[in-house]
């Protein structure tokens, strides 16, 4: 990574214009050429260093839902619910971490009707009780991270 | 969770925003559109034009129906989306705390305000095995740092924080994000 990806990480992650050619517009205020910027992208995308350039949607406005949950899994046990989780569509992602509830996962459904109806087919899979996380207010979330 | 597809928004769970306004159901052309763009967008001189082209329709919609779209919040943001591990933020830790119902909005609010917390939310607890209800992610290039920074939330807590644990991820099991059927 040089000076120029470091402009289009820290730079481009909002904003991007919505004109006939917004990667134009975008490379002049990082001061690349458009064919630079569309080169640096598939390089950056290709490398995974960016997952995705493009809209970021927020399944709440779209009349979805987005919950928190976790499990306590058993050690032994670990992997075969883990494949029960995961084989779910509406498991978004999902992370070991380290404490009695040591399986964390989003929930990611296009009617909020989906997120009941998701742990109850978790809880049947896993025979474990599933402790969900609703956000009740939301304080803050924004990348802020720099490269 | 930012570099999922679909991001988590400011209205709860439950079909209501924020201000308790009903949400429209994302439906015909804009779902046809959320499915074309929810993977990135063109890599081309013309991206609007090629995704019109795509979908049999006018440049000038695409463009106008993603413009509705990010003042309605249906977007949260038009560009690159990094990979935090690529970034060489490779501990991710979520920090809980028990704090008082009564106090949570504002030291929320304080907690969000700090530079290195990307999430900050109040969830409920689980008792007894769950005593905490502020969660605040903080990312860090190491378990040291991302130490570092839970040590100046505990000081902006102060008294007001009665327990509180980081749980670092171990491994990521599944990351893929939302995405509609096409």
Not at chain 2, 96 to 118: K, N, S
Request: aromatic share 6%.
């Amino acid at each position: 990574m040089d000076e120029a990806d470091r402009a289009i990480l820290n730079g481009l992650q909002g904003g991007f214009p919505l004109c006939d050619e917004p990667y134009r517009e975008a490379a002049a205020r990082i001061g690349l050429t458009e064919a630079e910027l569309l080169e640096r992208l598939r390089r950056l995308l290709e490398a995974g260093v960016l997952t995705r350039f493009g809209p970021m949607y927020q399944v709440e406005r779209m009349g979805g839902a987005f919950v928190l949950a976790a499990l306590a899994v058993p050690e032994a046990d670990y992997e075969r619910v883990a494949e029960a989780v995961n084989a779910l569509a509406e498991v978004a992602h999902n992370y070991r971490r380290e404490h009695a509830l040591n399986m964390w996962f989003v929930l990611a459904t296009e009617t909020p009707e989906g997120i009941p109806a998701a742990i109850a087919r978790i809880e049947r899979a896993t025979g474990l009780e599933v402790f969900a996380f609703p956000k009740l207010k939301e304080y803050f979330v924004e990348m802020k991270l720099h490269a | 969770m930012p570099d999922a597809a679909l991001s988590p928004s400011p209205s709860p769970a439950g079909g209501r925003g924020e201000h308790g306004e009903p949400l429209a159901r994302l439906e015909g052309i804009d779902r046809r559109l959320v499915v074309a763009t929810q993977a990135g967008l063109p890599l081309a001189p013309r991206p609007y034009h090629a995704l019109a082209e795509e979908l049999g329709m006018a440049a000038a919609e695409v463009m106008a129906r993603l413009r509705r779209m990010l003042e309605s919040g249906v977007i949260r943001r038009i560009g690159a989306v990094p990979n935090h591990y690529a970034l060489g933020y490779r501990a991710n830790g979520m920090s809980v705390w028990d704090v008082a119902d009564e106090r949570i909005d504002a030291l929320g609010e304080a907690v969000g305000r700090l530079p290195f917390v990307t999430h900050c939310y109040h969830r409920p607890r689980a008792l007894p095995l769950w005593p905490y209800n502020l969660f605040a992610m903080v990312h860090g290039r190491g378990r040291e740092e991302v130490e570092a920074k839970v040590a100046e939330i505990a000081a902006l807590l102060g008294a007001d924080c009665r327990a509180h644990d980081v749980l670092y991820s171990s491994r990521i099991l599944k990351k893929t994000g939302l995405r509609l059927a096409g």
